[in-house]
């Protein structure tokens, strides 16, 4: 993976420089969070793709669950409790799903209460699933208490217990270890994983959370693993220009503070959709922040969008080459793509767009590409790439990495504390009392 900026992000190397000076001392602290190997500190996630214990124990329960008769993994959570895993699914499996209907095991993602989704779901409980192994249901609350995530659970699980009354031997929940889910669980004999005590929902796509249903779902988390180790050791070097995590955060810190306060992640692979989306979220809850670590009123924030190349230089391209100059850009497209069919030689329609004929979709996307990028350098608009050399697991795991430690750089750099989510709970607890009436 590279980070491309020297021309193009209107930040010289000395800014980067002296901005980074700033929090020398808190990549020392998490280079030592690394040495320790523990979950008992805030920044615990980078110490995930390490774990082999907890490799071992989403092998063995993959082992145990997944078999060949398996069709649909049912996960149920919200937030950072399926983000990273639909991120990944959607960028290897799900974005041709519909093209590949003998392809399994599929993954169905529940997150909201959404009645459309459970209607169909039961419906195919009830009509299509004859075995009890067709199906894993995997619920995932960090906190154990999520709303949507335990109405879906009880919704979907109540479908199924009619129909098969040992399903119980198909679900694993997924939650902190003491939760109020986990004890209720344990009690019930459920197979349970659980998530480190300080690892965060939108930090946890590398723990449990993530690797057992990607793992159910044939995803080589091996090699996730390994790309993020890659991106660990590369992003927590104390040399600022070797460390493109760290230029990454330095490069929205200081466009920020000169109003760019949205950073629009720009992705080539339209697969990756659902990446911008986890990363929406590892952004807005991180760095959305009412007060700074001192308790000053700071309101601080960069506003994370996603745009699709080519699809959205079809709806928001004059927005954004010819509108406020209030965005930084990341644009991020992959080297090689596993096939790449061509416009033939002789064509239908052989008069109606000049110059295509022979060429293959990925050289006209690059050309596409390399023209947006250079109307953005014409209309003075900074902008970053991440280049990975294709998408595949080890690039994911590294991308994933790559980022976490972005924002907690950058979280570091606000002043801001990265790891909490004050204002979310202010609309759990509102949703909670309406319920309880
Ligand atoms: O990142 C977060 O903390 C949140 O987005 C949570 O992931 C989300 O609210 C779901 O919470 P839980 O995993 O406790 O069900």
């Known amino acids: 993976m590279k980070l491309l ?23 020392t602290h998490i280079q030592q969070v690394i040495k320790t ?31 060949n008769k398996l069709k649909y993994i049912i996960d149920i959570g919200i ?5 990273g895993t639909k991120a990944i699914y959607d960028a290897l499996y799900g974005y041709i799903d519909v093209l590949q209907p003998e392809r399994y095991p599929k993954i169905i993602f529940a997150d909201t ?30 906190s154990g208490g999520t709303t949507e995530t335990v109405a879906n659970t009880e919704i979907i699980l109540s479908a199924l217990v009619s129909k098969f009354p040992t399903i119980a031997n198909r679900v694993v929940i997924t939650t902190d270890e003491g ?31 993530g690797l057992f249903p990607l793992a159910a779902a044939g995803v080589d988390i091996e090699a996730l693993r390994k790309g993020a180790l890659t991106a660990r050791n590369e992003n927590t070097q104390s040399e600022p220009l070797r460390n493109p995590a760290l230029i990454s955060a330095v490069l929205l810190y200081l466009h920020s503070k000169k109003g760019k306060t949205i950073n629009d992640n720009f992705f080539f692979n339209a697969q990756m959709e659902s990446m911008g989306k986890w990363y ?34 079809h709806s928001v391209a004059q927005l954004y080459l010819g509108g406020p100059k209030d965005k930084l850009t990341t644009f991020t497209w992959t080297l090689r793509e596993p096939a790449d069919p061509a416009v033939p030689d002789a064509m239908v329609f052989p008069n109606l767009v000049e110059k295509i004929s022979g060429k293959t979709a ?41 980022k976490m430690l972005e924002m907690m750089y950058l979280g570091r750099l606000l002043n801001i504390n990265t790891f909490d989510q004050p204002n979310v709970e202010m609309y759990k607890i509102e949703t909670k009392k309406i319920l309880s009436k």
């Open 5 to 27: 900026y020297k021309d193009s992000a209107h930040i010289s190397d000395q800014e980067i420089l002296i901005a980074s000076s700033a929090i020398a001392d808190y990549i």
């Open 37 to 67: 190997s523990t979950y008992d500190a805030a920044e615990a996630s980078v110490n995930l793709p390490s774990d082999n214990a907890l490799l071992q124990d989403v092998k063995n329960l993959v082992k145990e669950k997944v078999n």
């Open 79 to 83: 937030g950072g409790s399926n983000l």
């Open 113 to 142: 209460c959404n009645p459309v989704l459970l209607s169909a779901l039961i419906t195919s409980i009830n009509n299509d699933i004859k075995d009890p192994d067709e199906v894993l249901i995997n619920a995932i609350s960090k």
């Open 179 to 209: 939760s109020n889910l986990w004890k209720a669980a344990k009690e019930k004999g459920y197979a349970c994983l659980s998530i480190p005590h300080l690892v965060g929902g939108r930090y946890s796509i590398l723990s449990a959370v």
């Open 280 to 313: 929406r979220q590892l952004m807005g809850e991180s760095i959305g922040k009412e007060q700074d670590l001192k308790g000053n009123t700071v309101r601080a924030g960069i506003t994370p969008t996603v745009s699709l190349g080519s699809t959205d230089l």
């Open 362 to 402: 990925s050289s006209l996307l690059e050309a596409i590409r390399e023209g947006v990028k250079i109307a953005y350098a014409k209309q003075q608009l900074p902008f970053m790439e991440i280049v990975l050399d294709e998408v595949n697991p080890e690039n994911l795991g590294s991308y994933l990495q790559f």
